[in-house]
């Protein structure tokens, strides 16, 4: 599963953001990463709780709230909040595996997620900087990515991956992970497909046609049935 969702954020939100990102202090990434790929990681990161992190991650969950895309793909039971990342100076991540439980705090509550579905939201345009590809590394082959500002990449958290070195500029994102209502991947997928399909169809014949309807209902079907609620 690799989801590219362009514009994820408005001109206003995205200027907003690169603006404050440009202007926070930052501290070591390694802070945030587990024993193995704080090894790997070079990079540096906005202190988890940070005014800055903290009001762009509500700008950030605010756009997923509002985003088909997102919610059609990932159907999340819950998102960890936002952090925000920066790679200059050679700075890259080594071929590494996310953790599969993270810990976040909900409110005052200490709780944890399983980590289904990646996303890398991307505050610099691919002109502003070399290097810098998020790259997957699944079934002996690599995938290279790097998107416009304001795009976002989702990707399934089980994939090993890396992030290139940053050898010129500046390289600003945001990276979060949910936990899908759907645990099993190739599901998720065929509710994905299953879902852009009815809506290409409520288009073109309405929300009242028939065959719409019905497809509409078989879709909550099978979330009764997979959904881990
Ligand atoms: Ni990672």
Same mark, same amino acid.
């Given at each position: ?6 514009? /994820?954020?408005?001109? $206003?939100?995205?200027? %907003?953001?690169?603006?404050? *990102?440009?202007?926070?202090?930052? =501290? ?92 890398? /939201?991307?505050?610099? $345009?691919?002109?502003? %900087?070399?290097?810098?590809? *998020?790259?997957?590394?699944?079934? =002996? ?89």
């Amino acid at each position: 599963m690799l989801v590219h969702i362009p514009g /994820l954020l408005t001109q $206003d939100e995205l200027t %907003y953001c690169q603006a404050t *990102l440009k202007a926070a202090q930052w =501290g070591d990434g390694r802070e945030t990463a587990g024993q193995q790929s704080a090894k790997v990681k070079n990079n540096l990161q906005l202190p988890q709780n940070s005014k800055e992190c903290q009001e762009l991650g509500q700008i950030v969950l605010r756009a997923l709230g509002r985003n088909t895309i997102f919610n059609s793909a990932v159907l999340p039971y819950r998102v960890s909040p936002p952090l925000f990342n920066r790679y200059e100076n050679g700075m890259n991540f080594g071929a590494h595996v996310d953790n599969a439980i993270r810990g976040i705090w909900a409110g005052d509550i200490h709780t944890r997620i399983r980590t289904d579905v990646s996303s890398t /939201l991307f505050f610099s $345009d691919p002109d502003e %900087y070399d290097g810098g590809e *998020l790259t997957m590394h699944s079934n =002996g082959h690599e995938q290279t990515i790097k998107l416009p500002a304001g795009d976002m990449v989702l990707y399934s958290t089980t994939v090993l991956h890396n992030v290139a070195p940053v050898t010129r500029g500046s390289r600003l994102a945001a990276f979060f992970w949910s936990q899908s209502m759907i645990a099993e991947e190739s599901r998720r997928q065929i509710l994905f497909d299953l879902d852009m399909q009815v809506m290409s169809l409520r288009d073109r014949l309405g929300d009242m046609d028939p065959s719409v309807l019905s497809l509409t209902n078989i879709y909550h079907n099978m979330m009764r049935q997979w959904c881990i609620l």
